[in-house]
């Protein structure tokens, strides 16, 4: 294991909630019923691709500019949220986790649908903590397809099987086990049956004893 790829949201930071509050409300526009359960399917796909499941649930259809519009509406939403968002919104034991991986010498990626994670990792002060950054603004092909994750190794000068990632989404989870990667879940291993070791987060965690469990798995 010489690379780490990270998602953002629901990973390093509790945007997953922002994320469902801002479609809930965009859903509750639009009549149609959203729970936390359909939430689940939205996780670490695109904006766009997340609409269509909301729409697919209410059995609607729409036209394209009309899909824009609700989700440049959808991401006016969630930014009110995340420029409120406190600094401590960072997932517990992230910041050790990221600077004594990098200490071991493991190279860092960021690995994400998001394309407003160079705003959040700013906000965050995580930005120097990654060696590369893909993110929504950089791949054409959503979770579960890899390119997302490829280019995170291909940008660390890595191949994909030495690369591992840390994913809460079942998508993410099956992009990277399509990438030939490691495939580390952030959440119960109930809710992610595609991840070879699953962690509750990284509180109290190090780079090398997740590469003792994946060793084991
Ligand atoms: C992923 C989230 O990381 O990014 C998804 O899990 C989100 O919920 C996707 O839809 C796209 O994010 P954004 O910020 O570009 O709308
Ligand atoms: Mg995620």
Redesign the pocket.
């Known amino acids: 294991m010489k690379g780490l790829i990270f ?5 390093l930071v509790d945007t ?1 909630k922002y994320h469902y509050l801002a479609w809930r409300e965009i859903a509750q526009e639009l009549g149609i019923p959203f729970n936390e359960e359909d939430n689940e399917r939205l ?2 796909v695109s904006r766009m691709r997340s609409f269509e499941i909301i729409l697919e649930i209410g059995g609607r259809q729409m036209e394209e500019a009309e899909k824009e519009r609700y989700c440049a509406k959808k991401n006016e939403r969630y930014l009110t949220y995340i420029k409120k968002m406190p600094k401590s919104e960072i997932l517990p034991g992230v910041r050790p986790f990221l600077e004594s991986a990098r200490r071991a010498g493991y190279k860092i990626a960021l690995g ?2 998001s394309k407003n994670s160079r705003l959040i990792l700013e906000r965050l002060e995580l930005t120097d903590c990654f060696d590369a950054v893909i993110d929504g603004t950089k791949v054409s092909k959503a979770k579960p397809d890899p390119e997302v994750f490829l280019k995170g190794a291909q940008e660390l000068g890595l191949a994909p099987a030495d690369c591992v990632v840390f ?3 079942q998508a ?1 989870l099956e992009a990277a086990r399509a990438g030939g990667m490691r495939a580390v879940g952030i959440g119960s291993p109930e809710r992610l049956p595609q991840a070879e070791v699953c962690l509750p987060g990284f509180e109290g965690v190090t780079a090398e004893e997740v590469e003792t469990l994946l060793a084991r798995a």
């Open positions: 998602d953002l949201d629901g990973v997953a996780k670490g994400s649908a994913e809460d989404s993410g």
